[in-house]
């Protein structure tokens, strides 16, 4: 596709649920990465992948966030057992090289925990 | 550990005119990229402007430009002839290694 893809846009959860979130990032980008943003603040980095390899998780807040990229392409992030404190927008960004040259950015979910 | 600081939470410019937004930064990596990203409400994350590190020339896009101060770890944004469009959250991005570190970002109002 033109870009980063993320659906759904938007997504309510009852606390307990389990969520996935998907991101298809632009065709043949070799980085993928997914950060959370709480309300008024900077997103904050939660995991990176190189093709299917998840090199970086280091920034997941707990065990009950998985996020995996098995083909190298499409990316799904999976929060089980909801909490409120989850409640977030979650940005997939990819870039085309190893690095950061740019990183090109989906519109994001809106997670609402309740 | 990399961290961002953009110590302006609110700016207010009239439109056509200068606005400059401020950024600090700390890295312990002597290779990095600087960035400023524009965030509307549409939550689309958008990249406004990038400056390699190991240039000392200042980047410049457009109406937008920087001025990098690296040994003082700095980074301003400044928009030029500020339009109705630029009202959106600025974001002060470095990137070492893997990871993008964000500030905390910088709300853009512009008054027609």
């Known amino acids: 596709g033109a870009g980063v893809s993320q659906s759904p846009r938007y997504k309510v959860a009852k606390r307990g649920q389990d969520v996935a979130l998907r991101c298809d990032p632009i065709s043949g980008h070799v980085s993928l990465f997914w950060y959370q943003q709480a309300l008024g603040q900077g997103p904050e980095f939660l995991t990176y992948?190189?093709?299917?390899?998840?090199?970086?998780k280091s920034g997941l807040p707990s065990d009950r966030f998985f996020a995996e990229r098995p083909e190298g392409s499409v990316s799904t992030l999976k929060i089980q057992r909801t909490q409120q404190e989850d409640s977030a927008v979650y940005l997939c960004a990819s870039s085309r090289d190893r690095g950061y040259t740019e990183a090109f950015f989906g519109q994001g979910t809106r997670l609402t925990v309740v | 550990a990399q961290t961002v600081t953009q110590s302006q939470p609110e700016m207010s410019v009239q439109e056509a005119e200068t606005v400059t937004l401020s950024c600090t930064y700390d890295t312990s990596e002597s290779d990095y990229y600087l960035f400023w990203y524009k965030q509307p409400p549409s939550r689309q994350m958008i990249l406004v402007i990038r400056?390699?590190?190991?240039?000392?020339q200042n980047a410049t896009e457009n109406r937008f430009s920087v001025n990098f101060q690296k040994a003082a770890k700095s980074f301003s944004l400044k928009i030029s002839d500020s339009q109705l469009g630029d009202a959106a959250m600025y974001f002060c991005v470095s990137n070492a290694g893997n990871m993008l570190t964000f500030g905390g970002g910088t709300r853009l109002m512009v008054k027609p």
């Open positions: 400056q390699e590190a190991y240039k000392q």
């Open positions: 992948f190189q093709n299917e390899a998840q090199l970086d």
